[in-house]
């Protein structure tokens, strides 16, 4: 193809209409057109234009894997899509749709994996390019603008299958990790800061080693799509409440709820004390951990609900406070007895005199209700000092404690200048 027909793979994408002079040469030449649709849009506006900005070098490592410099690159309308229209002479040969599919698998597969490695925290998370792929013919009766869109329409048909097949394998994925009890449930402690006393230990659920629903946000991500977070809840929970058996018998247990196990047989009257009783758990022993979202997105149910929860033995504590939610007046209502600071208030909380504000401020709040603050993600002795300036008692982190299975982890390292001794 003669050089002034546009850009190739390694320039910069324009809207594919501005290529339509280069398309119809090609449907004349090879007497077909090919194209990958590869779609962006469930990363966010924000993760597409990080990779727009690396889309060229990303798309050069595709040579030899489904693409070749002497592509044509493009975006659609909404700016969320690379178009690659394949050039031709291609292949020895005729081109053969099996070609484009295996083409649009190995694009796919290496975008994928490559996203993982941006260092963008936009391009982070469960959502995945898809690729789709198209053939149209040279037409004669048909203008060759048509046949293009005709191209883009077909493409997408691919990507939004391509989207139902992988759903349809992560949620096939997700019932086989339920039924032969792939979870595994660590225990991370919680200390009481100034006599470095463990308070308890809070059950975190992780998916099977090795792959990308390892971490518990990503697998109830999962979930959510495949319509099983109660049925994944409800695993987790049973499996925290076991595995407790082997916890130090005055360790206070905190567990993970969602809003469905509220309306769990299984985790109401009778039922659940007889299920505590194989254990040998005391509701006095466990807290309820709900995150602060849920609480505010389902305040009435949660309000009613916890009430008998509470007047069996059980405590409440509210997760992710200050993340953002701005929900206090509710959470107030709900007696809580423990508020778990977000992670992201106390990262760098010793150099952000904002954060170490607010902190002051839940701290304030907290004393009014009742409440005891529990900060989480503490992660480097600086951290800790300024947590405990702020007369912040307990707390949990890296520093203090990694998860791990039931045994308890060694005491945590005493910061250098900061006496954590107890009276």
Known sequence: MNERLGPRVGSEPVPYWERAEELRHILEVQGCLGLLLIDFSELGSGAFAELLRTSRDLLMELQGEGVRSTDILATNDKGDTFLVFLSPKRHEGTMRVSDLGSASARVEDHLNRRLVQLASPDLRGGHQVAVGSSLVFENPLVKPERLVSRLVDEAWESVRARRRERELQERRW????????????????????????????????????????????????????????????????????????????????????????????????????????????????????????????????????????????????????????????????????????????????????????????LKGFADRIGSTIIAEGIEREAELRALMDLGIDYGQGFLLGRPAPAAPPALPPQPSGASLAGP
């Open 174 to 361: 997700l019932q086989e990790v339920l039924l032969e009890d792939k979870l595994a449930t660590l225990f991370q402690p919680v200390f009481e800061l100034p006599r470095r006393a463990i308070l308890g230990y809070e059950a975190l659920t992780r998916g099977p080693s090795g792959t990308t629903y390892h971490m518990p946000l990503r697998l109830f991500e999962m979930a959510s799509e495949s319509d099983l977070v109660f049925e994944l809840d409800r695993k987790c929970r049973r499996r925290a409440l076991t595995a407790s058996r082997s916890l130090p018998r005055d360790a206070v247990l905190f567990v993970n709820v969602v809003p469905s196990a509220m309306h769990d047989p299984e985790f109401q009257g009778p039922a659940l004390l007889r299920f505590l009783g194989a254990p040998d758990l005391e509701p006095g022993r466990i807290v309820l951990e709900i995150t602060e979202k849920y609480a505010i997105e389902n305040y009435t149910m949660f309000e009613e609900s916890l009430e008998e929860f509470t007047r069996i033995g059980f405590r409440i504590a509210v997760d992710d406070v200050g993340a953002g939610h701005s929900g206090l007046e509710k959470i107030a209502h709900l007696n809580p007895r423990y508020l778990k600071l977000d992670l992201k208030l106390i990262k760098d909380i010793d150099s952000s005199y904002i954060r170490r504000e607010m902190t002051r401020a």
